[in-house]
């Protein structure tokens, strides 16, 4: 009720900055949610860590085992095994890591794409067309001839209490071509996109 009151310039310019804020909050609510599911592999991380160093502590316990004399092929076998073991808990690890990045970054995506798909392909389109309709009525709104076309657009679009606050008879003055009459038509169409009257020549 009280934005219908508002000049349609000013909530226009409302509009905008609120769409900017939209944008913005989806965007850090997808970076929060990215930060916040990546998380999930830091005990991939250190699964991985853990890993890496029993392999390499196995695999040094190996080589010095391997030099005894005699004995030394067969006592190495078990920390062979060990290190071996140790390998796949690093790579199970850093699958974790890779499988937490990649869910963090298709979350995060669907977050973000939903709200921008509504700007790109609803209120986009929107603006783009108010800006076209603009720039035309800006070029013909200081000219006779599209005086009477804005005059005629109000007349055709314009609800009926905004055309009668201009005279119960303003239809009919638009008719005998009074000048005062279309001025008031085609500044009520300019007014409703925004836009000044002509000033006068």
């Known amino acids: 009720m009280y934005a219908d009151r508002l000049p349609t310039a000013v909530r226009q310019v409302f509009t905008d900055l609120f769409v900017v804020l939209w944008i913005y909050a989806w965007i850090r ?3 929060w949610i990215n930060d916040l599911v990546e998380k999930l592999g830091v005990p991939g991380q250190k699964l991985q860590e853990a890993g890496v160093g029993i392999a390499g ?6 080589g010095k085992v391997g030099r005894v004399p005699l004995v030394g092929d067969e006592l190495t076998a078990p920390f062979t095994k060990a290190a071996d073991a140790a390998d796949r808990l690093a790579e199970a690890g850093r699958q974790q890591q890779e499988m937490a990045d990649n869910l963090a970054l298709v979350v995060s995506l669907a977050i973000i ?6 700007v790109l392909f609803v209120w986009l389109p929107l603006r783009l067309r ?3 309709r603009a720039g035309v009525a800006c070029k013909v709104r200081a000219e006779p001839a599209g005086q009477d076309l804005l005059a005629l657009r109000a007349l055709a679009g314009r609800p009926l209490n905004e055309l009668t606050k201009l005279g119960p008879d303003i239809a009919q003055s638009w008719r005998n ?12 169409e300019l007014k409703e996109m925004g836009l000044k009257p002509a000033k006068a020549r």
């Open 29 to 31: 609510a997808g970076i």
């Open 57 to 62: 502590n196995m695999n040094d316990i190996s």
């Open 113 to 118: 794409v939903g709200p921008l798909a509504l």
């Open 130 to 132: 108010w800006m076209r």
């Open 177 to 188: 071509g009074d000048a005062e009459a279309v001025q008031a038509l085609a500044a009520l």
